[in-house]
């Protein structure tokens, strides 16, 4: 019993997502013309009492569950917490739609809460059979949610688009599995460190292979170029809400399993690996940055910035000397949090200005920001931070991941994304431009404008978009005016890798 106990508890972050999204759906079929503001308030108080489980396990030695299966430790604590926070972000920016009967709220919080849920489990994941499981919980909910509202076609497209790439992705990524297994005989993560430790210069061609379409599954769900191609129709036809919940919380934890795997399983072989990513690391944020920029959809636009941003987060991953390791995994943490309040902030300023949704031009924003100031201010606070201006925490993420690299000696890397931060500021600046140095459209005839250029003004603002926007922006400005404090407490929770 005791035992029994010590599992629940240890467990018990997952297991209150898991009972909370099969409530939320069974009282949802209970009660389909019940009151959605009730299902809307038990999802976020799952969240919030997850978080607060994973908050009691924080002071726990890192702990091995189920045969080395997944691990407890402060690393997985903390992609736990930051996918609960941004699904929470996600539950509040959805509620206008939900509300207004444009999202089906049972339907979304329990897809959503099952995302949280593999997303959680991801990062928790120390066996490949455990980690496929866990990011095929996470994908299929993600699937739906693209595709959650039927009746807008580009909603659909995008949802067929992504489940038949990402099928076809997950297909390389177990069958590389296979082929891990087949030169190992296991499937643990620290059964083939040993391996490693001991033969590296035996091991045959098609562990090589293997590891190679373990990569390209990863990687898609990173969007690395070149495996980035679904982004930008996935994101533009998903709800708005879902889009962000996209670009930061699967790409975060996509992240931490990437992490575990080839920072800490795959180290003896790192000269071998290190070039290939450093190459994806040039080729994602360049190409990301240079398709922004012809983009005329803010949605499309943002999309292509998340795949520059991955190929920011790469250059600290490339960087992880045996000097600087502890420092370039502290980087990519902190950069991620900055990276998922500035984008979460940005889009739920579009949700609020689209609620159509059928078209995002960045010229539908004409003088968008005399109408609406306080949006306008915030705006020009996620763009200066996208850009990496201080006193931002945009700013001080791209200083410690640049710094990372230049710690392992990496100067030409760490140009090269200063050169790329350069590049993304016209297509950052061209969203202000419009704001504020556009003249509105006299008879406008996009859907954006019809919320746009409505004389009510921000007083219409929902509260829980409200919500949102005070959180990530005050999380950009002292992320950028304290980092110290927060990348400390962050370096505990890489204390577990090392």
Known sequence: M????????NLSPLLILVITALFVLVLDALFPKGDKKLVFTLSLLGLLISAIASFQLWQLDSLSLFNEAIRVDRFSLFFTVLSL????????????????HTLPAGEFSFFLLSCCTGMSLMAWATDLITLFLSLEIMSVAAYILTGIERDRLTSSEGALKYFLLGAFSTGFLLYGIALIYSCIGSTQFSVILNSLRISTHTLSPLFYTG?????VGLAFKMAVVPFHMWVPDVYEGAPTSITAFMATGIKAVSLAAFIRFFLVTLLPLKADWNIVL?????LTMTVGNLAALVQTNIKRMLAYSSIAHAGYILIAVCATSSQSFEFAIGSILFYLIAYGLMTL???????????SQEKNLISDYAGFGFRFPLLGLAMILFMLSFI???????????????GSAIKSHLFWLATIGIINSVISSYYYLRVLVAFYMTPSHPEPQEAVAEVILRSEGPKNLPFSLA??????ALGVL???????????IILKSVTPLL
């Not at 919500?467 to 990530?472: F, K």
Request: aromatic share 20%.
């Open 85 to 100: 926070a941004i699904s929470f972000l996600t539950f509040l920016s959805a509620f206008p739609a939900i509300k207004n």
């Open 211 to 215: 590891i190679g379409l373990f990569t």
């Open 467 to 472: 919500i949102v926007l005070v959180i990530t």
């Open 2 to 9: 005791k035992e029994l106990f010590a599992y629940t508890f």
């Open 278 to 282: 450093l190459c994806f690391s040039v």
């Open 388 to 402: 990496g201006v201080p006193p931002t925490a945009g700013f001080m993420g791209k200083f410690y991941l640049f």
């Open 478 to 488: 002292l992320l950028g005016l304290f980092p110290t404090q927060v990348f400390n």
């Open 345 to 355: 902030g940005a889009f739920a300023i579009v949700t609020y200005a689209s609620p």
